[in-house]
């Protein structure tokens, strides 16, 4: 958390790769959700990524693998790999968010999953976070009718860390 706050300062951007941050949010947002049961008692985290997703900071989140959130174990996978976006907890889509793919928006709606919007011009509908970058700092919002809708609970201390829809 102390990294995700660091990163809102807007000095990470210098001092820190831009995906390095990115994937820090990411993993930091997996650790303030809250999934429901049985879900939150399975014994792997597993976070997907497309296609779409920019590759560095693919190469960002395939070093979050193996690390624990409270009493699970991240595993980092390519969409492509997936079976089903229903077993990814969290799910990073590229820029167009789960407005790109209405196939993809179809297979998780109704299923508990953490969908991460790298969007950097601002927020699409239906994804649960939103990653944006006005330049000067990395910063998110987070779409609380989304999560509701996902059945996630987003911890107080991340949503006080949202940025503010305009």
């Known amino acids: 958390m102390l990294l995700l706050a660091w990163a809102l300062s ?3 951007a210098d001092a820190v790769d831009q995906s390095a941050v990115k994937a820090a949010f990411v993993y930091n947002f997996a650790a303030f959700t ?8 399975r014994r792997n985290l597993t976070i997907c990524f497309d296609s779409r997703v920019d590759p560095a900071l693919q190469r960002a989140l395939a070093l979050l693998a193996g690390k624990p959130v409270r009493t699970r174990t991240v595993r980092v996978i390519s969409f492509g ?3 089903d ?10 820029v167009d968010g789960l407005s790109a793919d209405p196939v993809m928006r179809a297979a998780i709606t109704g299923k ?6 790298d969007c950097s011009g601002g927020g699409r509908s239906g994804d649960v976070i939103h990653l944006i970058d006005d330049g000067r700092r990395l910063g998110f919002k ?12 987003i911890s107080s201390k991340l949503l006080r860390l949202s940025r503010k829809a305009p």
């Open 10 to 12: 807007g000095e990470a």
């Open 81 to 83: 790999a997936v079976i």
């Open 85 to 94: 976006a229903a077993d990814c907890d969290v799910l990073v889509l590229g």
């Open 34 to 41: 809250t999934w429901p049961d049985p879900l939150e008692q």
């Open 142 to 153: 987070v779409d609380a009718q989304a999560a509701r809708a996902a059945r996630l609970v």
């Open 112 to 117: 508990n999953v953490l969908t991460i919007c």
